[in-house]
């Protein structure tokens, strides 16, 4: 009927009703934790074959250094060769572990949320973009891991806070935090790198950071599936520990 209202619309003249709020709810991350942990130790094996190379340039270019007649012309095309599928390996794998990971902690992000709203001092969107930060990246995505990690923690049956041990939010990060430093400082001195000597100097610390990657994503998996597990029994079990 002319100037009734109808399902869907306000009365003439009036402003249209506001759309409810989003309802969020727990979302598990198992799946994304199994897939992480495949991941995961896919990248540090790759990264242990990185090694692998990195020390038969170093090798090489110990050789070389000494007595350049004494290297075959093969060794050193086979070392190209094994440095650069190192390399598109690494790319490959960084890549889509990358993904899936800030997916997961996203996802975990916004369960701690839901579990504890007043836990955070950094909103959501920061467990994906933390990530892009110039220098930000170095101290952000650890700020916003922590304090996920304590709201999915289980309250005491009284209410208290209950403490679980951060080490394994904490050592993945610095160890983490040490590669990814390792790592650039390395591609600076691989390019500056026109020597043997210097070379098989590169090579060496090239070892040390693919060690120091293998390190981090052991260290990843431990705080991948143990957060995991956290939300899990919080989900599970309800906001209080048993007694």
Do not use: C
């Not at 007649?69 to 093969?74: E, G, I, N, R, T």
């Not at 709203?117 to 909103?123: H, K, N, Q, R, S």
């Amino acid at each position: 009927m002319p100037g009734q209202p109808y399902p869907g619309h306000p009365y003439p003249g009036q402003p249209y009703p506001a759309a409810p709020p989003a309802v969020q709810r727990l979302r598990s991350p198992q799946g994304l934790s199994t897939a992480l942990t495949l991941l995961l130790g896919v990248a540090g094996v790759v990264h242990l074959y990185s090694a692998a190379a990195n020390l038969y340039a170093w090798s090489l270019m110990r050789d070389v250094a000494a007595n350049p007649s004494s290297v075959p012309d093969d060794s050193l095309d086979r070392s190209d060769l094994l440095t650069g599928l190192a390399e598109g390996l690494q790319g490959l794998f960084l890549s889509v572990t990358a993904v899936v990971f800030v997916i997961w902690f996203y996802r975990v992000r916004v369960n701690g949320q839901l579990f504890r709203p007043d836990g955070f001092t950094l909103a959501g969107g920061w467990a994906i973009g933390s990530w892009f930060v110039p220098v930000g990246n170095l101290f952000l995505p650890y700020r916003v891991a922590k304090q996920t990690w304590e709201a999915s923690v289980q309250l005491a049956p009284d209410g208290s806070y209950r403490h679980v041990s951060t080490v394994p939010v904490t050592s993945w990060w610095t160890v983490w935090a040490v590669s990814l430093v390792l790592e650039r400082v390395f591609r600076v001195l691989y390019v500056r790198a026109e020597s043997p000597e210097k070379l098989r100097d590169v090579s060496a610390f090239g070892t040390v950071a693919d060690l120091t990657v293998v390190a981090a994503a052991v260290l990843a998996v431990l705080f991948v599936r143990k957060l995991t597990a956290l939300q899990n029994v919080k989900s599970a079990q309800g906001p209080y520990t048993a007694v």
